[in-house]
């Protein structure tokens, strides 16, 4: 977690007594990261699991866009993090379009024991550049619903760790041959156990900060 993690109250008093002193030292900035991928890959749960710490199991279907805040204080840095979900379905194809713009960077999400909402990967990037004047952001790929991997084995031809870490590999070195270098981290997660899912995302939105 980060140090001072989805608390309002927390950053206003600090604010408070920040400006009481050392006023002209606080800086804000806002950066705004979106979270993609197929349908029912699991992004709104992620979101739920860093954000408020809950997870249902019922599928409640996103219509367009949902959106949240979250700001923490890094050294004398509040920052304000505009979190964009946006609906996977193709028929939400021109709603997402709008909200694109101004990404600083993006969490690309895939259902391990979907194979297809894997493959599709590098068509949810190739969207995400195209929305941002043909320049990549950096991203953060969730291998989510790992824990079907551990119970289903045989059953069904899950994404492996290795896969998913050689996409990511390959996003870096053609977003490098495009002459646009940007980091691509990449882990597996359950937003279900909870697994994997706050060091990712806290690590990412870090590393968004210093970058910016
Ligand atoms: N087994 C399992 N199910 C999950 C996990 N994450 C999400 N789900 C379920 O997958 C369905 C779709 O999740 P949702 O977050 O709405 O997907 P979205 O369409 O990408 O936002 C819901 O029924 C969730 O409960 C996970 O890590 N493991
Ligand atoms: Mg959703």
């Not at 979250?70 to 193709?90: H, N, P």
């Not at 194809?93 to 194979?115: E, F, I, Q």
């Not at 995400?128 to 950096?138: G, T």
């Not at 990449?186 to 156990?193: N, Q, V």
């Amino acid at each position: 977690m980060l140090a001072i993690k989805h608390s309002k109250s927390v950053v206003n008093k600090a604010t408070n007594s920040a400006s009481r002193c050392v006023s002209n030292r606080i800086n804000k900035i806002t950066l705004k990261v979106v979270f993609v991928g197929d349908q029912a890959v699991g992004k709104t749960s992620l979101r739920n699991r860093y954000l408020k710490r809950v997870y249902e199991s019922k599928y409640k279907i996103t219509i367009g866009a949902e959106f949240s805040v979250k700001r923490f204080l890094k050294t004398s840095l509040i920052v304000t993090m505009q979190i964009w979900d946006l609906a996977g379905q193709q028929q939400f194809k021109p709603v997402r379009t709008l909200y694109y713009s101004g990404t600083m960077g993006a969490v690309v999400v895939y259902d391990v024991s979907r194979r297809e909402t894997f493959e599709r990967i590098p068509e949810w990037v190739e969207e995400i550049i195209h929305h941002n004047d043909d320049r990549p952001v950096p991203l953060l790929i969730i291998a989510n619903k790992i824990d079907l991997r551990e119970y289903e084995l045989g059953v069904i031809d899950c994404v492996s760790r290795e896969e998913g870490e050689m996409l990511a590999k390959r996003l870096k070195e053609m977003f490098r041959e495009r002459g646009h270098p940007m980091p691509v981290q990449f882990c597996e997660a359950s937003a279900k156990l909870g697994l994997g899912v706050d060091e990712a995302i806290d690590q990412f939105l870090k590393s968004l900060v210093i970058n910016a």
